[in-house]
């Protein structure tokens, strides 16, 4: 079983829509990532959080430690935000090996 | 220009054939990373290195070697190609400061095809 699972696989939205990518992983951890991957195959990062919440234009980012789990949450979606969606986090156990989940493909219709 | 720029980005060979991906970043950063991306997968982290002799194999090292020339350069090396390694393959670089974990910035990646 992978250690960080991403739910749904794939998610199609109208432009406008609140979406929400959840991230659920099974070890302990120091910090986890957030990173949108475009069509064209290149791979940014969002965010990078060990606790609370972050925001950043329509993206926010939430994580809660106790409960293993990381959602991330775009507002007002718009095409331009289709994307593959990864979550990714570096583990306790081994602090230099990030894990990553499979990610979650986004397709935002106009 | 970009910061992380991995050559070649697309390449395709033959079993058996030696394969070098090339990785040079301009951002400063002493952290870099090789990894591999198949479908339906997450990306498998290789190899990394800390800086120039500090070299660590990752998850999946095993058919693959890398070479540290400098801060700035970090290549990957399929001794003997063979086809499931066919994939796309991404360098990526971090800072680090001092106990916390910084983000990664990737290069753009290169599909590798291995006939």
């Known amino acids: 079983k992978n250690e960080v699972e991403q739910s749904p696989q794939n998610l199609t939205a109208q432009e406008g829509e609140f979406i929400t990518i959840n991230c659920s992983y099974s070890v302990g951890i120091s910090a986890l990532h957030w990173l949108q991957q475009h069509p064209g195959g290149g791979i940014v990062s969002l965010f990078m959080l060990s606790s609370g919440k972050k925001k950043h234009g329509r993206l926010i980012a939430t994580i809660n430690i106790q409960e293993k789990h990381s959602s991330l949450h775009i507002t007002a979606s718009h095409p331009r935000d289709s994307a593959v969606y990864i979550c990714a986090v570096y583990p306790s156990y081994n602090n230099n090996d990030m894990r990553f989940g499979a990610g979650t493909r986004l397709t935002v219709k106009p | 220009d970009a910061d992380v720029t991995q050559t070649p980005r697309n390449r395709i060979t033959k079993t058996g054939k030696r394969i070098m991906l090339e990785c040079s970043q301009t951002?400063?950063?002493?952290?870099m990373y090789w990894y591999r991306q198949d479908p339906g997968l997450g990306l498998r982290l290789i190899y990394y290195s800390f800086d120039v002799k500090d070299i660590n194999k990752g998850e999946i090292s095993d058919g693959y070697s890398v070479s540290r020339q400098a801060q700035a350069k970090f290549s990957l090396s399929l001794e003997s190609a063979i086809p499931n390694q066919t994939a796309l393959y991404f360098c990526?670089?971090?800072?680090?400061?001092?106990?916390?974990?910084?983000?990664?910035?990737f290069g753009p990646g290169t599909r590798l095809t291995v006939l």
């Open positions: 990526a670089t971090s800072d680090y400061s001092g106990g916390s974990y910084n983000e990664q910035f």
């Open positions: 951002k400063g950063h002493d952290r």
